[in-house]
Structure formats: C-alpha cells, structure tokens
C-alpha cells in the first residue's frame, strides 16, 4: 500500500516560525519584572545528565521547535530553559523559537486547549514546516502539584523545587525525544535523504 504524504497547513506553520523570535529577543520584549523571572528560572532548571543528552544525539534530522508563549508567564519562563537545553544536546539541526500569543488570531486558534488561549505549547515541526506532533501547556508532574492544591489530590511538590524541576526535564525529554525519533523515521524524509 502506498501513502501521499502531505501537511495542508504547512504554509501556515511557515509563516508562525517566521514571525517567531529567538529566546534572547524573545524576553527583551518583556517588562523589567518578566526578564528577571525568566532569567531566575533559566538559572533554576537542571543541567541534563549525560544520559539524557545521549537519548537526544545522533538523528541527523531538522526539527524546528515552536514554543507559544507569553512574557509574563511563569509556566513558559520555567520551560523554555528545559527545552533550549535539549535542542543544545540534540544539535546543531534542532532550532528553537518563541511566538507571542498576540501574535495572530489564528494561531491562538489553532493552540487552544479546552477552548480557552493557554501557554505554553510547543510544537514540533520538520524542515518542510510539517506539523510532527504538539504539547502543552503544562505537563503531568505540574498537573499532579495543581491537583494536590486545588482538589487535594496527592502531595503538592511545588514546581520550582529541584525535584519537581528534575521531573519536569524528564517529562519534556521523553517528549523531545519522542519527536526527534518520529521525524528521524518519517518515511517522506527517509526517502529524500535515502536512509
């Protein structure tokens, strides 16, 4: 059986990435306060064991990293570090950019979550702007600590405690991981780069 292989959307993927910023410019658009917390949380978020950058080597793919985000946003301040530290370890052909949700009324969109505007996502996307996969806005462990404040259910561990923060990375690397592998086997890629 042969497949067509094709992402309608890609164009407007293409054209969200373009209007996206890199991690610097994207905090130097924030108030005085909203730098300092992202540069606070840049500065809590563990460094990758050996391991983990092991899991992120090697696949020899593009993959470009979207992350919806807001300045004044303390779930996207305590991500971003985590993800531009897995793009580093997986290489050179793993970019990383932040798009305000201001943006665009159609990316907002297409991002929500239970029909309400939520950051951060992250959406991972080929070299040709093909949609790989998305996830947000925020992961289990951070879902688990909501829980136990909100309805009482479990133990809250905080977000921010050197634990909680090492069960997020883990989280986000199996993510990561997960994309880098599907667009690493993507039959449309396998075939141009003839491997």
């Known amino acids: 059986m042969s497949y067509v ?5 890609s164009d407007f993927w293409k054209d969200k990435w373009v209007k996206a910023q890199t991690y610097d410019d994207f905090i ?13 949380r840049k ?3 563990p460094d990758l064991t050996e391991k983990q950058i092991e899991r992120l080597k090697g696949y020899n793919r593009e993959l470009n990293v979207l992350v919806y985000a807001g300045s004044y946003c303390g779930d996207c301040s305590r991500i ?17 950019k932040f798009i305000d949700r201001e943006v665009s009324t159609e990316l907002r969109d297409e991002l929500k979550i239970l029909g309400a505007i939520r950051v951060p996502v992250v959406v991972f996307l080929t070299e040709d702007f093909w949609h790989v996969g998305r996830f947000g806005e925020r992961l289990l462990s951070v879902y688990r600590s909501k ?8 133990k809250d561990h905080g977000v921010l ?3 909680a923060l090492e069960r997020e990375i883990s989280e986000w690397l199996d993510v990561f991981e997960r994309m880098l592998i599907m667009v690493r086997l993507a039959p449309p ?5 003839n491997d």
Do not use: C
Request: charged share 35%.
């Open 43 to 45: 500065n809590r978020v």
């Open 147 to 154: 829980a136990a404040r909100e309805i009482g259910r479990g």
């Open 161 to 163: 405690s050197p634990k």
């Open 189 to 193: 890629l396998r075939k141009r780069y």
């Open 80 to 96: 971003a570090p985590m993800i531009l530290k897995m793009a580093e370890a997986a290489g050179e052909k793993v970019t990383v």
């Open 5 to 9: 292989y094709e992402d309608s959307k």
């Open 28 to 40: 130097e658009s924030g108030t005085a306060s909203e730098k300092e917390q992202w540069l606070d």
